[in-house]
């Protein structure tokens, strides 16, 4: 059995390997992969969080004071379209790509016959925003961009999707996807670019203003515009793949780029113009500007009409990868914290002997365990769709996949932007001064952690999102199985109590649900945000006191401690507030929640909670 981890070793959360040091995570991953699969990948996990702990983490700070700037204009007055980026962000963009982060979930790694799932996508993903959650935003828009062409592509884009799944920096091309324009915004249907056939050049031409436009200069960017007669809103949107580089010169790639030893000539160019970079609060290293498109060169993708389409299926990914970055702004953020409490002392003690340091110690790991567990729990039923997608499978089961995950994607995304702000901010609280001063990370963090809430979709969206697959796609019935299961396989007596609170509140919530179906439409709106965090919180407490069950049965309770702080904090009536009950819970499950000590399955019951 393992021991726990002793955070006074550490002087930071720097220059460490965030795969080992994060338990949880290793925990999530190898429940939802098939043990060969785990084996494999655990060495290479083993080895990017060496990276990302070490070169990665050092290199963000740098780009952070140092971001990429953008020359618009050469000289002579030319649109060059130039952003200009320090050797630091290149040489992790090498380093990152070319340890297969995209590329292993769409082709088969060496030593490997199939892709692996997109379950590791996202765990290397959320090992990367422990350094860089702005780096994690491109990565996740080329993953996104991938799948796109992998599902719509009849072949004509195969070089660009090559240059996606690159391994080989020289001949990657990053993804980018330019869906917001000003007078829309979360309202797609609302978009104005058009885009005309030009028989002559054999390609669409695009017209219009994109006003959020995150990686501005990615070499293959998606676009949604409207062709001439298409119908009003997102029935009459299509997908387009916009080159950064004169698509009539093939496939610009990072190699091609880079032997201009500067900017590119503008003739080597598509034509539209990068008007400006934003000046944000933050993920200072993904380039986020405003691009105008006048008569620019793209390709439609797949059929027309078809993007309002094509982009769902992208923002499930792009909402997956978006939880994930919070997870790992979570992680790092909860990773600096332990460490400072362990090593700062205050009235002769480290501050973590403290009671209240304790229970927000306890109660920050509570908030990440439930959160990783959570996202990874929706990467596996992604994965196992993906998989049956690319073999043709199909199933009543695989249909019961897709509609639960139309439920719980936007819930991933909702509920882990919101608590990786939350935990960030109180990771400043504990470093104290230090937290709020660029030179710490505490503060960056905060930055960073500030736009998940935003990116794809905002918390009203999402939860309207929400109500959408309530009503159109029953997603309410495979979620009622899900949950039922779990909680049928729980009979441990430590996780009584926990499993009778979880009962009520799901009891309770299918009461909502049946109330919210006969209700107008202006009252389920209202409801939807509450809606959307009761699920997670239900659904949550049945997987983690599923995963407790398996874990004692293993011989180590400390999930089962997890998953009945979790089921206290998020379900649990409490009289006066938690005061008058005498629960001294983190008292006594410091050590195993915090410091992952081992917890023997026959002393999880008699963890002291209430004073007799």
Same mark, same amino acid.
């Given at each position: 059995?393992?021991?726990g981890?002793?955070?006074?070793?550490? +002087?930071?959360?720097?220059?460490?390997?965030?795969?080992?040091?994060?338990?949880?995570l290793?925990?999530?991953?190898?429940?939802?992969?098939?043990?060969e699969?785990?084996?494999?990948?655990?060495?290479?996990?083993? =080895?990017?969080?060496?990276?990302?702990? #070490?070169?990665?983490?050092?290199?963000?700070?740098?780009? !952070?004071?140092?971001?990429p700037?953008l020359?618009?204009?050469? +000289?002579?007055?030319d649109?060059?379209?130039?952003?200009?980026?320090?050797?630091?962000?290149?040489?992790?963009?090498?380093?990152?790509?070319?340890?297969?982060?995209?590329?292993?979930?769409?082709?088969?790694?060496?030593?490997?016959?199939?892709?692996?799932?997109?379950?590791? $996508?996202?765990?290397?993903?959320?090992?990367?925003?422990?350094?860089?959650?702005?780096?994690?935003?491109?990565?996740?828009?080329?993953?996104?961009?991938?799948l796109?062409?992998?599902?719509?592509?009849?072949?004509?884009?195969?070089?660009?999707?090559?240059?996606?799944?690159?391994?080989?920096?020289?001949?990657?091309?990053?993804?980018?996807m330019?869906?917001?324009?000003?007078?829309?915004?979360?309202?797609?249907?609302?978009?104005?670019?058009?885009? %005309?056939?030009?028989? &002559?050049?054999?390609?669409?031409r695009?017209?219009?203003?994109?006003?959020?436009?995150?990686?501005?200069?990615?070499?293959?960017?998606?676009?949604?515009? %409207?062709?001439?007669?298409?119908?009003?809103?997102?029935?009459?949107?299509?997908?387009? /793949?916009?080159?950064?580089g004169?698509?009539?010169?093939?496939?610009?790639?990072?190699?091609?780029?880079?032997?201009?030893?500067?900017?590119?000539?503008?003739?080597?160019?598509?034509?539209?113009?990068?008007?400006?970079?934003?000046?944000? /609060?933050?993920?200072?290293?993904?380039?986020?500007? +405003?691009?105008?498109? @006048?008569?620019?060169?793209? $390709?439609?993708?797949?059929?027309?009409?078809?993007?309002?389409?094509?982009?769902?299926?992208?923002?499930? *990914?792009?909402?997956?990868?978006?939880?994930?970055?919070?997870?790992?702004i979570?992680?790092?953020?909860?990773?600096?914290?332990?460490?400072?409490?362990?090593?700062?002392e205050?009235?002769?003690?480290?501050?973590?002997?403290?009671?209240?340091?304790?229970?927000?110690?306890?109660?920050?790991?509570?908030?990440?365990e439930?959160?990783?567990?959570?996202?990874?729990?929706?990467?596996?039923?992604?994965?196992?769709?993906?998989?049956?997608?690319?073999?043709?499978?199909?199933?009543? @089961? *695989?249909?019961?996949?897709?509609?639960?995950?139309?439920?719980?994607?936007?819930?991933?995304?909702?509920?882990?932007?919101?608590?990786?702000?939350?935990?960030a901010?109180?990771?400043?609280?504990?470093?104290?001064?230090?937290?709020?001063?660029?030179?710490?990370?505490?503060? %960056?963090?905060?930055?960073?952690?500030?736009?998940?809430?935003?990116?794809?979709?905002?918390?009203?969206? /999402?939860?309207?999102?929400?109500?959408?697959?309530?009503? %159109?796609?029953?997603?309410?019935?495979?979620?009622?199985?899900?949950?039922?299961d779990?909680?049928?396989?729980?009979? #441990?007596?430590?996780?009584?109590?926990?499993? =009778?609170?979880?009962?009520?509140?799901?009891?309770?919530?299918?009461? &909502?649900?049946?109330?919210?179906?006969?209700?107008?439409?202006?009252?389920?709106?209202?409801?939807?945000?509450?809606?959307?965090?009761?699920?997670?919180?239900?659904?949550?407490?049945?997987?983690?006191?599923?995963?407790?069950?398996?874990?004692? =049965?293993?011989?180590?309770?400390?999930?089962?401690?997890?998953?009945?702080r979790?089921?206290?904090?998020? *379900?649990?009536?409490? !009289?006066?507030?938690?005061?008058?009950?005498?629960?001294?819970?983190?008292? +006594?499950?410091?050590?195993?929640?915090?410091?992952?000590a081992?917890?023997?399955?026959?002393?999880?019951?008699?963890?002291?909670?209430?004073?007799?």
């Amino acid at each position: 059995m393992e021991t726990g981890i002793d955070y006074g070793e550490f +002087e930071s959360g720097r220059h460490v390997n965030y795969w080992e040091l994060d338990r949880t995570l290793q925990r999530e991953l190898r429940r939802v992969t098939d043990t060969e699969t785990f084996e494999w990948a655990e060495p290479r996990l083993a =080895e990017f969080g060496e990276l990302i702990g #070490h070169t990665v983490a050092d290199n963000a700070d740098y780009v !952070d004071d140092h971001g990429p700037e953008l020359e618009t204009y050469d +000289e002579y007055g030319d649109v060059q379209n130039f952003v200009r980026y320090p050797a630091e962000q290149l040489a992790n963009e090498a380093a990152v790509y070319e340890a297969g982060i995209v590329a292993d979930a769409f082709e088969a790694p060496p030593g490997r016959d199939e892709p692996v799932p997109f379950s590791q $996508y996202l765990a290397t993903l959320q090992l990367l925003c422990y350094a860089d959650a702005g780096f994690g935003c491109p990565v996740a828009m080329t993953a996104g961009s991938a799948l796109v062409l992998e599902r719509f592509d009849d072949g004509e884009l195969e070089p660009y999707y090559r240059g996606l799944v690159s391994r080989d920096y020289d001949g990657l091309i990053e993804g980018a996807m330019f869906l917001t324009e000003e007078q829309g915004g979360s309202d797609v249907g609302a978009n104005e670019t058009t885009a %005309r056939y030009d028989e &002559a050049a054999d390609c669409w031409r695009l017209t219009g203003e994109k006003w959020f436009c995150s990686n501005v200069d990615a070499e293959g960017t998606l676009a949604l515009a %409207r062709t001439e007669d298409a119908p009003a809103g997102t029935d009459g949107l299509s997908m387009f /793949l916009v080159p950064h580089g004169d698509p009539d010169e093939g496939v610009m790639t990072k190699g091609d780029r880079r032997a201009f030893e500067g900017a590119p000539p503008g003739d080597a160019l598509n034509d539209q113009l990068y008007r400006r970079l934003k000046d944000k /609060l933050g993920t200072t290293a993904v380039p986020t500007g +405003e691009v105008e498109f @006048e008569d620019t060169k793209a $390709y439609l993708v797949g059929e027309q009409e078809a993007g309002f389409k094509q982009m769902t299926e992208m923002l499930n *990914l792009e909402r997956l990868s978006n939880a994930a970055a919070s997870c790992g702004i979570m992680g790092r953020a909860l990773l600096e914290s332990r460490v400072k409490a362990a090593n700062r002392e205050a009235f002769g003690k480290p501050i973590e002997e403290f009671p209240l340091m304790r229970e927000d110690l306890v109660d920050m790991t509570v908030d990440y365990e439930a959160a990783t567990a959570y996202v990874h729990e929706v990467g596996r039923l992604f994965s196992e769709r993906e998989r049956a997608r690319r073999t043709d499978e199909s199933s009543d @089961e *695989l249909e019961d996949t897709y509609r639960l995950l139309r439920l719980l994607i936007p819930i991933a995304k909702l509920r882990t932007g919101r608590m990786a702000v939350d935990t960030a901010s109180y990771a400043m609280e504990i470093q104290g001064g230090n937290g709020y001063v660029d030179d710490f990370v505490t503060n %960056r963090l905060l930055r960073d952690a500030q736009v998940l809430p935003i990116w794809e979709g905002t918390e009203n969206i /999402l939860s309207l999102d929400v109500v959408r697959a309530l009503e %159109r796609e029953d997603a309410h019935e495979p979620f009622m199985r899900a949950v039922e299961d779990r909680l049928e396989a729980v009979d #441990h007596p430590a996780l009584a109590d926990a499993a =009778e609170t979880v009962e009520t509140a799901y009891e309770e919530l299918l009461g &909502a649900l049946a109330e919210l179906a006969e209700a107008d439409g202006e009252y389920a709106q209202l409801s939807a945000k509450r809606l959307s965090h009761y699920v997670f919180e239900v659904f949550t407490a049945a997987l983690l006191l599923a995963e407790a069950q398996s874990d004692l =049965e293993d011989g180590n309770g400390r999930t089962a401690m997890v998953a009945r702080r979790f089921v206290t904090t998020e *379900l649990a009536e409490r !009289d006066g507030r938690g005061i008058t009950g005498g629960d001294r819970f983190v008292l +006594e499950a410091f050590e195993p929640i915090v410091h992952h000590a081992p917890v023997d399955p026959e002393t999880v019951s008699e963890t002291v909670t209430a004073d007799d």
